[in-house]
């Protein structure tokens, strides 16, 4: 990198993720208010502002498994690895937002094959380091290749391809953020986890995902698709059926903890343990959703050729969320953790930021998105549930229109069952109330 690019005195401009301060390339735009899907990729050092939910979400993941030790011993540390880092700035996030009281037990490596990108990453981190410093000497027996890497600050830099990187140490948290599909990555990601581990998947090829390339679906998925009101489910759905049975043939089976449809891209947190006897039992979990008649669905695990024909799959049709983890997931807890104080957003315009009022309101806003709705639909989204599009309804129950969504909860719930918002860009209802139940809801609600 050319000293003219660097952090330092590139021509650009200072973001702040989080509590985190990233310098934008002078060829991307600042982010504007609410960014939705992909943004217009710059090349080496782009940032995606799109995703900033997502790295928000996997701070407060790492923080919460560490805070009630889920995942690991409370005094063993936690190595994490983010296989395809780019300009880091995850791994800067968990090195600068995660409690202090649990930075000692962090073991963060950050691998991209991307000499610019893993450069801008370091000197990013050296030129804008968390606010207290950690240092720890690297695990050697943990990496095969001595001096294949630089530690810096908390963070151990690698330029390696990601599948060799994954397979060189057990790790217990890995990230999976490749650009399109995770396919050629899962079986070295499952392989490189250790005997208890958690694992984190990004997929933007939404179109083959949600059966819209019907023709990709099959190649990379082996799934059939049906483009409707629960496409977004399925994609969901899908991708976390091949992550099971891709961990099933190394002997582990998965445990969903948050998995959402977010925008443009489907995100999977999943734990991962090695289990013989449970990974033979992952196609209890395996089916088909076939859509009937009168609009609603039913998951089955052995479909009929008629059937398949209206059904999407196969695909996981077992819980998706943890109740617990995910009810922690606040819009309180999300300020806690990952808001800037005033000394900090202080410390960040000394360092040059621009930083106005109106930013402050939107970057707390975003962060608020990033968990909205979750802990609120913790508990349906951990046990078995349905669906209902908010446009779906009225033709379901014969009313011409949609009551209010607070209105219709609070119908469902007089009727002794719950319902909740599902975070979704489209306004989906979860509940576990019968079909019946919800259509004479929506009936009630119509005529007030």
């Not at 891709?246 to 449809?261: K, Q």
């Not at 990033?370 to 033709?395: C, F």
Request: glycine share 6%.
């Amino acid at each position: 990198m050319d000293e003219a690019e660097t952090p330092e005195v590139a021509p650009g401009h200072l973001w702040l993720e989080g509590k985190t301060l990233v310098h934008l390339r002078h060829d991307q735009e600042r982010p504007t208010h609410m960014p939705r899907g992909p943004a217009k990729r710059t090349g080496a050092g782009f940032l995606n502002p799109a995703m900033a939910p997502a790295r928000t979400r996997s701070v407060l993941l790492m923080a919460d498994a560490l805070e009630h030790d889920w995942l690991i011993k409370p005094d063993q540390p936690l190595r994490a690895l983010d296989a395809l880092c780019a300009t880091g700035v995850r791994v800067r996030r968990w090195r600068n937002e995660i409690p202090e009281a649990h930075q000692n037990r962090l073991r963060i490596t950050a691998n991209d094959l991307d000499v610019f990108a893993l450069d801008w990453l370091k000197r990013s981190h050296h030129a804008y380091p968390p606010a207290k410093s950690v240092d720890h000497d690297p695990e050697d027996d943990r990496y095969q290749r001595p001096g294949t890497g630089e530690m810096n600050n908390g963070i151990y830099t690698m330029q390696n391809d990601a599948r060799v990187t994954l397979l060189e140490a057990g790790y217990q948290w890995v990230d999976l953020d490749p650009f399109g599909s995770p396919v050629n990555f899962l079986d070295a990601a499952i392989q490189g986890l250790a005997r208890i581990g958690f694992l984190e998947v990004t997929a933007t090829d939404t179109a083959a995902l949600t059966g819209s390339s019907q023709g990709s679906q099959f190649r990379r998925y082996g799934a059939k698709g049906i483009v409707d009101s629960y496409a977004h489910d399925d994609a969901v759905r899908v991708l976390l059926g091949l992550v099971a049975t891709t961990a099933a043939r190394h002997d582990r089976a998965v445990e969903p903890v948050l998995a959402l449809f977010d925008g443009h891209h489907v995100r999977l947190s999943v734990k991962v343990r090695r289990s013989r006897e449970d990974a033979s039992t992952v196609l209890d979990s395996i089916g088909w959703r076939i859509r009937d008649e009168d609009g609603t669905y039913r998951f089955i695990q052995h479909p009929t050729p008629e059937e398949v024909e209206r059904g999407s799959g196969p695909l996981w049709v077992g819980p998706l969320w943890n109740a617990q983890i995910a009810g922690r997931m606040t819009e309180e807890r999300v300020l806690a953790v990952c808001s800037p104080s005033t000394e900090e957003l202080n410390a960040a315009k000394e360092r040059g930021l621009i930083w106005e009022e109106s930013d402050s309101e939107y970057a707390a806003r975003e962060l608020r998105r990033s968990v909205r709705y979750i802990s609120e639909a913790a508990v349906l989204m951990g046990k078995d549930h349905v669906l209902y599009h908010m446009d779906d309804l009225p033709n379901m129950a014969g009313t011409g229109q949609a009551p209010k969504m607070e209105a219709l909860f609070e119908a469902i719930r007089e009727a002794g069952y719950s319902a909740a918002r599902l975070p979704d860009i489209d306004p989906f209802v979860v509940t576990d109330a019968p079909h019946d139940v919800v259509v004479q809801c929506v009936r009630e609600r119509c005529q007030l």
